[in-house]
């Protein structure tokens, strides 16, 4: 049987293909990204420069990646941004070559997968600056890529999550329990302060009953069931029971006008009455109808008086 044989020019090319394709692989030569990204979303320009040949079949065409990752070499974290197709110059076996000169493009919401909208949302909304890489590959040759640092440093913000009042009506000289939770996402950098203070029924305020101190840091910072007792004196009627956050306003937030909330509290002359009250829940996120610095200027930070006569909270040490 005779052995067919592959012809010269045919068996050059394929021995040429094999011992070259490693450094003959059309692929990403340079890639830059910004050194900050502010917010992802809002797009980003990406730069690189193609280079190298394809041989063989399919070498007209090739698919062009970007991703983000935790890593240089997108071991972890690796999530599609960008993909398009390239189509290189050539004929026949080849060589076929990629465009030349510097090429961009710009990255936009619109033209990333969902999963990675999600991821991008996160490092956005994360409370201090995250630093990333962006990862660039033509066909699988193998990735370059360019680190950037995403996001920005969010202020704390302070708002009220929960709270609760039991008995929610007492007699003049009664006794009620509060308690609250009060969070911020992003840290703050020192302690601060929750203001409690007696109001009318139109929320102009009357009484300061104590505060209650807020750690450093980020999370949620709960007060437990505290009694206040009030005085024998305090006419009857409706009142409520206000909370400032950061109520020196030694903090810088990034919303400042939800640091309040309040309980309804009713005063009533009868024992039947009140001894039936249940509890009530915090209104969080309230507009007081004044400038609450100026109000609690007004009123001042002093000793229990006519209205208040006990707070039992003792801080932490």
Known sequence: MMKRKIPTAALFILCFFAANSAW?????????????????????????????SNYGVGAAYSELRFYISASPN????????????VHLSGTGWGPYYPPSG??????????????TVSLLENIAAACTPQTWYILAELGWSGYKY???????????????IGGTI??????????????????????????????IYLADANYQLLSFIGAVNIASGAGTSTLPPTAITFSPYMPTGTYHIVLFADEYGSIAESNEDNNVGAFQLDVKGSALVAADSEGG???????????PKTALYKLGSGAPD????????????
């Open 102 to 115: 510097k090429q961009t493009r710009t990255i936009t919401r619109g033209s990333i997968p969902a999963s």
């Open 306 to 317: 006519n209205y208040v006569r006990k707070f039992d909270y003792a801080p932490e040490r």
């Open 281 to 291: 829940q915090l209104e969080p996120e309230l507009q007081p109808p004044f400038a």
């Open 166 to 195: 039991s008995p929610a009506a007492i007699q003049p000289g009664g006794t009620t329990n509060i308690s609250f939770d009060l969070h911020t996402r992003c840290p703050a950098s020192s302690e601060s302060a929750v203001g």
């Open 146 to 160: 360019d680190d950037t640092v995403m996001g920005t440093t969010k202020q704390p913000d302070f708002y009220f």
């Open 24 to 52: 003959a692989q059309a692929r990403v030569f340079n890639f830059t990204v910004p050194d900050t990204i502010t917010d992802p979303l809002s797009g980003f320009q990406v730069e690189y420069t193609l280079g190298g």
């Open 74 to 85: 997108g071991s972890t974290g690796v999530a599609l941004l960008y993909s398009t197709g």
